[in-house]
Every structure is written in structure tokens, then in C-alpha cells.
């Protein structure tokens, strides 16, 4: 089970910290991501680690912005948002599946419920 906190409204330029609380004994080997879909849009990639948190990849439009994160020991991702814009409104979800290193790609198999985060102009 996935469970994201830490939406919110926020004004541009702002910062927002998400989690993915993940329950189960299978987290630490997982590679983790964070995809998120506005109204009208289809789900899209934000960011993806895989099990150790050594390598990552991020999507082009948050490169430079967001970093993602993971904590093995207490189960939980994370994804640090800086210099927010209004078209990051969207809501983000937490996934869990398999990340490939040679590729930087990540195929998801289980999802959390999502968060919403708006950035107001």
C-alpha cells in the first residue's frame, strides 16, 4: 500500500515536500516514482529512483526543480519541490515497480491513491 501526504495549495516560486508512505517488506528492493496528471492530461512522468536511491531520472520540465528521494529504513519516497509553476498544478502519485538502470525507465505495478498540488500565479 502507497500513501501520499503533503499537497497543498502554494503560491509560484514556492516549495512543497510530498511522501509515499509505503507499507510491506518488499519497498527497499522497489524502484519508486512519482507521476502526476492535471485535469484533461494524461499521467505523466515526474521522477523515478531506483532501490538504493543512487540513480535517478526526472522529467525535462522539473529538472533543475525537483528531487527525489528515498528512505529505506522508514519506507517512505520523497519528492522535493522548489520554484514551483501554475503548471505543476496537478495530482502527483506515488508508484512502486520495477526501475532499469541501463535505461533510466521505470515500469509501474502499484499506485497510491494521489495527492493534489496547486500553485496559484
Known amino acids: 500500500q502507497l500513501v501520499e501526504s503533503g499537497g497543498g495549495l502554494v503560491q509560484a516560486g514556492g516549495s512543497l515536500r510530498l511522501s509515499c508512505a509505503a507499507s510491506?517488506?518488499?519497498?527497499?528492493?522497489?524502484?519508486m516514482g512519482w507521476f502526476r496528471q492535471a485535469p484533461g492530461k494524461v499521467r505523466e512522468f515526474v521522477a523515478i529512483?531506483?532501490?538504493?536511491?543512487?540513480?535517478?531520472n526526472y522529467a525535462d520540465p522539473v529538472k533543475g526543480r525537483f528531487t527525489i528521494s528515498r528512505d529505506n529504513a522508514g519506507n517512505t519516497v520523497y519528492l522535493q519541490m522548489n520554484g514551483l509553476k501554475p503548471e505543476d498544478t496537478a495530482v502527483y502519485y506515488c508508484?512502486?515497480?520495477?526501475?532499469?538502470?541501463?535505461?533510466?525507465?521505470?515500469?509501474?505495478?502499484?499506485w497510491g491513491q494521489g495527492t493534489q498540488v496547486t500553485v496559484s500565479s
Open positions: 508508484a512502486a515497480g520495477t526501475y532499469y538502470s541501463s535505461s533510466l525507465t521505470f515500469t509501474p505495478r502499484y
Open positions: 529512483v531506483n532501490w538504493s536511491g543512487s540513480s535517478t
Open positions: 510491506g517488506d518488499t519497498f527497499s528492493s522497489s524502484g
